[in-house]
Protein backbone atom coordinates (compact mmCIF):
# COMPACT_ATOMS: atom_id res chain seq x y z
CA UNK A 1 0.00 0.00 0.00
CA UNK A 2 1.14 3.48 -0.82
CA UNK A 3 -0.13 6.43 1.73
CA UNK A 4 -0.60 9.73 0.39
CA UNK A 5 -0.61 12.98 2.44
CA UNK A 6 -1.72 16.43 0.37
CA UNK A 7 -0.49 19.91 1.80
CA UNK A 8 0.06 23.42 0.72
CA UNK A 9 -3.88 24.65 0.29
CA UNK A 10 -5.18 28.01 1.27
CA UNK A 11 -6.41 30.75 -0.33
CA UNK A 12 -4.81 32.88 -3.05
CA UNK A 13 -5.90 35.78 -5.00
CA UNK A 14 -6.42 35.78 -9.05
CA UNK A 15 -3.16 35.76 -10.54
CA UNK A 16 -1.45 34.65 -7.47
CA UNK A 17 0.83 31.41 -6.93
CA UNK A 18 1.05 28.52 -4.66
CA UNK A 19 2.37 24.77 -4.46
CA UNK A 20 0.85 21.69 -3.28
CA UNK A 21 2.68 19.36 -2.18
CA UNK A 22 2.27 15.03 -1.70
CA UNK A 23 4.18 13.10 0.51
CA UNK A 24 3.93 9.39 -0.45
CA UNK A 25 4.87 6.56 2.14
CA UNK A 26 4.90 3.13 2.64
CA UNK A 27 5.55 0.42 -0.75
CA UNK A 28 6.47 3.65 -2.33
CA UNK A 29 9.24 1.81 -4.32
CA UNK A 30 6.19 0.41 -6.49
CA UNK A 31 4.94 3.74 -7.74
CA UNK A 32 5.06 4.33 -11.68
CA UNK A 33 3.31 7.72 -11.98
CA UNK A 34 1.45 10.09 -9.39
CA UNK A 35 -0.82 12.53 -11.16
CA UNK A 36 -2.86 15.44 -9.54
CA UNK A 37 -6.70 15.78 -9.99
CA UNK A 38 -9.09 18.05 -8.61
CA UNK A 39 -12.94 18.46 -8.42
CA UNK A 40 -14.65 21.88 -8.32
CA UNK A 41 -18.11 21.75 -6.12
CA UNK A 42 -20.90 20.23 -8.68
CA UNK A 43 -18.34 19.16 -11.10
CA UNK A 44 -16.61 15.93 -11.54
CA UNK A 45 -13.28 15.21 -10.74
CA UNK A 46 -10.81 16.14 -13.90
CA UNK A 47 -7.47 15.48 -14.33
CA UNK A 48 -4.76 18.00 -13.69
CA UNK A 49 -0.95 17.01 -14.14
CA UNK A 50 0.97 13.89 -13.79
CA UNK A 51 4.63 12.74 -13.75
CA UNK A 52 6.28 9.11 -14.38
CA UNK A 53 8.28 8.61 -11.57
CA UNK A 54 11.20 7.06 -12.94
CA UNK A 55 11.95 9.56 -15.87
CA UNK A 56 10.16 12.72 -15.26
CA UNK A 57 7.76 12.61 -18.13
CA UNK A 58 5.08 14.90 -17.50
CA UNK A 59 1.80 15.11 -18.71
CA UNK A 60 -0.62 18.22 -18.54
CA UNK A 61 -4.33 19.17 -19.09
CA UNK A 62 -4.48 21.92 -21.43
CA UNK A 63 -6.63 24.05 -18.89
CA UNK A 64 -3.10 24.40 -17.00
CA UNK A 65 -0.76 24.43 -19.48
CA UNK A 66 1.63 26.69 -19.41
CA UNK A 67 0.66 28.24 -15.54
CA UNK A 68 0.75 24.51 -13.56
CA UNK A 69 4.03 22.65 -13.38
CA UNK A 70 4.39 19.08 -11.45
CA UNK A 71 7.91 17.87 -10.44
CA UNK A 72 8.98 15.10 -8.22
CA UNK A 73 11.76 14.57 -5.86
CA UNK A 74 12.39 11.13 -5.49
CA UNK A 75 14.41 10.95 -2.38
CA UNK A 76 11.65 12.39 -0.51
CA UNK A 77 8.97 10.75 -2.14
CA UNK A 78 7.04 13.94 -2.75
CA UNK A 79 5.17 15.46 -5.29
CA UNK A 80 4.94 18.95 -5.94
CA UNK A 81 2.91 20.65 -8.21
CA UNK A 82 3.40 24.30 -8.60
CA UNK A 83 0.59 26.73 -9.36
CA UNK A 84 0.89 29.92 -11.34
CA UNK A 85 -0.83 32.64 -12.77
CA UNK A 86 -3.98 30.87 -10.17
CA UNK A 87 -7.74 31.67 -11.89
CA UNK A 88 -11.10 31.49 -10.01
CA UNK A 89 -11.88 28.62 -11.93
CA UNK A 90 -9.23 26.63 -10.57
CA UNK A 91 -10.56 26.61 -7.28
CA UNK A 92 -11.30 22.88 -6.15
CA UNK A 93 -10.34 20.23 -4.25
CA UNK A 94 -7.01 19.00 -5.31
CA UNK A 95 -6.01 15.63 -4.99
CA UNK A 96 -2.56 13.36 -5.23
CA UNK A 97 -3.34 9.80 -6.77
CA UNK A 98 -0.38 7.11 -7.77
CA UNK A 99 -0.65 4.18 -9.62
CA UNK A 100 1.77 1.18 -10.25
CA UNK A 101 2.45 0.52 -13.91
CA UNK A 102 0.84 1.75 -17.08
CA UNK A 103 -2.44 0.93 -18.32
CA UNK A 104 -3.34 0.18 -14.76
CA UNK A 105 -5.94 2.77 -12.64
CA UNK A 106 -4.54 5.35 -10.37
CA UNK A 107 -5.46 3.58 -7.42
CA UNK A 108 -3.50 5.22 -4.42
CA UNK A 109 -5.16 8.70 -3.38
CA UNK A 110 -4.96 11.57 -0.91
CA UNK A 111 -6.96 13.17 1.59
CA UNK A 112 -7.50 16.23 -0.78
CA UNK A 113 -6.23 19.96 0.10
CA UNK A 114 -8.91 22.67 -0.97
CA UNK A 115 -7.51 25.35 -3.02
CA UNK A 116 -9.49 28.54 -3.35
CA UNK A 117 -8.56 31.67 -5.78
CA UNK A 118 -10.49 34.81 -4.95
CA UNK A 119 -11.46 37.07 -7.57
Known amino acids: QVQLVESGGGLVQAGGSMRLSCAAS????????MGWFRQAPGKEREFVAS????????VYADSVKGRFTISRDSAKNTAFLQMNSLKPEDTAVYYC????????????WGQGTQVTVSS
Open 51 to 58: ITWTDGRT
Open 97 to 108: AAKVAAGYPYDH
Open 26 to 33: GRTFTTYR
